[in-house]
């Protein structure tokens, strides 16, 4: 089964984060699999990583897995999703996320989860792409990133408006609803 629309998923891969930000990555991903949207991630079974699969799978989504050799190696890999794809590299596995994908949800993360999102934007605003980026800003947790946004946009380092590169959403049902128009 290969779903029609893929939604990548950058999160973080910690469990000592607010266990609300677990409850939402399964939450996104059990809407995923009702809405028949594949979820690709980074193929780690920890954390919201772990929990965004899990949704899906447990309402018969369709996940991809995606993760380079170094982690599998330790392994934190996430083994039971629909597809799993071993890579060479960070660079290789954000490439394959890439080219898997039709759109990006940013959820609570660490510098993996910034690094995946700004590559996304960089992209974005050279013009490589036009996906979408949601940034599910679930109780402002992306809130200082959005000042830093707006700074920079106000300084004349980045055009904006700031909705042009990524869109902000406050619940997993608003990122499906972003998805839909």
């Known amino acids: 089964m290969t779903a029609p629309f893929a939604l990548c998923v950058f999160c973080g891969s910690s469990n000592r984060g607010d266990p609300d930000h677990l409850d939402l990555a399964e939450t996104l991903g059990r809407h995923a699999a009702r809405r028949n ?4 991630f980074g193929g780690g079974r920890v954390g919201l990583m772990g929990a965004v699969a899990d949704g899906a799978l ?18 934190v890999g996430h083994r039971d999703t629909s597809e799993y794809h071993v890579v060479d590299s960070m660079h290789s596995r954000k490439r394959m996320m890439f080219d898997r994908s039709d759109a990006f949800c940013i ?16 992209w974005k ?3 490589l792409h036009d996906k979408p980026i949601i940034l599910l800003n ?3 947790f992306w809130q200082p990133l959005l000042t830093l946004l707006q700074h920079q946009i106000d300084a004349g380092y980045l055009r904006g408006p700031m909705d042009r590169l ?7 049902e608003e990122v499906f609803d972003l998805l839909n128009k």
Do not use: K, W, Y
């Open 125 to 127: 605003q050279l013009r």
């Open 166 to 172: 990524i869109t902000v959403a406050d619940s997993c």
């Open 138 to 140: 679930h109780n402002a």
């Open 58 to 75: 447990a309402h018969d989504g369709h996940v991809v897995g995606i993760i380079p050799q170094h982690l599998e190696d330790l392994e």
């Open 37 to 40: 949207v594949a979820i690709v």
């Open 107 to 122: 959820l609570p993360g660490g510098l993996g989860t910034l690094d995946e999102t700004f590559e996304m934007v960089t």
